[in-house]
């Protein structure tokens, strides 16, 4: 199994780097940056493939409305080129709170804009002359829009690889559907173990039904948080505002996947006052409504032993990658806990 993290996006790269180098020689596999409305991720990824010459480097993820599919990737290609191979795109729709509130962009047809995307960007890899007529991009723009002198055009550099993985950030079943169908890799957030197929494994079913064999087995990332030691049980309460955060605020009421995600896990009353509570703007009290077991399940936050029971879980439930977040606030605490999972792994 593999470990991955994600490092904050708020600067400081060169600090992020130098503990990145640390990390990838305590078995770190791959790293994510992250791209909110911060900084971009791409300019930290090009710093870290600098930096770094094993681990892979992610995109954690780039957001499909705010860069026209041969931006995203011609940036993937040149990320993939200076990190020699490196490279892993990540995908994901965000939500109309960033994609309509901070880019001013319309969050529509978050789906078929993916498919229309990751079937561009695998064009432009294959050097393909960029002809492409979908529902939500036309290459080159057809007649009457425009001034009509745009050409096919196929990408100048030769990149590292014509096929670049692809792992897209998925909660909802068409969504999940889709990326078992078309992506190498999967990252679900909150993945409870246990409840997983219950809640996706219908999805995976239809679209592994029609996926491409070339593609490989798909590649899962879960996220949990990570603490080993007799004495971190009370690391789980500090999990639980970044839960709330998502359960009761990224979206209104009937419009927020992570609240239709609690619920699906079975703590629907709980996801209803989290949500109420938060849009109240009680936050704290709804950190508080998150449940421990929610958050233990969705963690490797325990002893030793239990860590790696939890570790078997996820093995168990297809996880290839546990992407985490230690809950150390020292890079020498970081890179001891990296240490720590890689034997309990292996």
Avoid at 44 to 63: E, F
Avoid at 212 to 227: F, N
Avoid at 319 to 332: G, I, K, Q, R, S
Wanted: glycine residues 10%.
């Amino acid at each position: 199994m593999r470990i991955g993290l994600s490092i904050n996006y708020s600067g400081e790269f060169a600090d992020a780097a130098a503990e990145i180098a640390d990390l990838e020689r305590a078995g770190l596999d791959i790293v994510f940056v992250a791209e909110a409305y911060s900084f971009d991720a791409v300019s930290a990824l090009g710093y870290l493939a600098a930096k770094t010459s094993r681990i892979q480097l992610a995109s954690g993820i780039l957001q499909v409305f705010t860069r026209t599919p041969t931006l995203t990737a011609m940036t993937a290609a040149g990320l993939d080129y200076v990190s020699g191979g490196r490279f892993v795109l990540g995908l994901g729709a965000s939500g109309p709170q960033v994609i309509e509130g901070f880019h001013g962009v319309p969050y529509d047809a978050p789906i078929g804009r993916t498919r229309e995307i990751i079937e561009i960007c695998r064009k432009v890899w294959r050097r393909e002359k960029l002809e492409y007529d979908g529902r939500y991009y036309q290459l080159p723009l057809p007649e009457g829009q425009g001034t009509g002198l745009g050409k096919p055009l196929k990408l100048i550099n030769h990149p590292v690889r014509e096929r670049i993985p692809i792992l897209l950030a998925a909660l909802g079943p068409k969504n999940v559907q889709m990326t078992a169908e078309l992506a190498e890799g999967w990252q679900p957030i909150f993945f409870h173990p246990e409840k997983a197929k219950d809640v996706w494994g219908e999805a995976l079913a239809k679209g592994f039904e029609k996926r491409d064999p070339a593609l490989g087995e798909l590649d899962i990332y879960a996220g949990p948080p990570l603490a080993i030691g007799d004495d971190v049980e009370p690391l789980l309460d500090l999990v639980k505002p970044f839960m709330a955060l998502y359960i009761g605020g990224m979206g209104a009421k009937g419009k927020n996947f992570y609240h239709s995600l609690a619920t699906q896990y079975g703590y629907g009353a709980e996801a209803d006052r989290i949500q109420e509570l938060y849009l109240e703007g009680k936050k704290d009290e709804a950190a508080e409504h998150v449940p421990t077991e929610l958050v233990r399940a969705t963690s490797l936050i325990g002893p030793a032993g239990f860590v790696k029971e939890r570790i078997a879980a996820f093995r168990e439930a297809g996880v290839t990658t546990l992407n985490v977040t230690p809950m150390a606030f020292e890079t020498d605490a970081r890179v001891r806990l990296i240490e720590q999972l890689r034997a309990l792994t292996d």
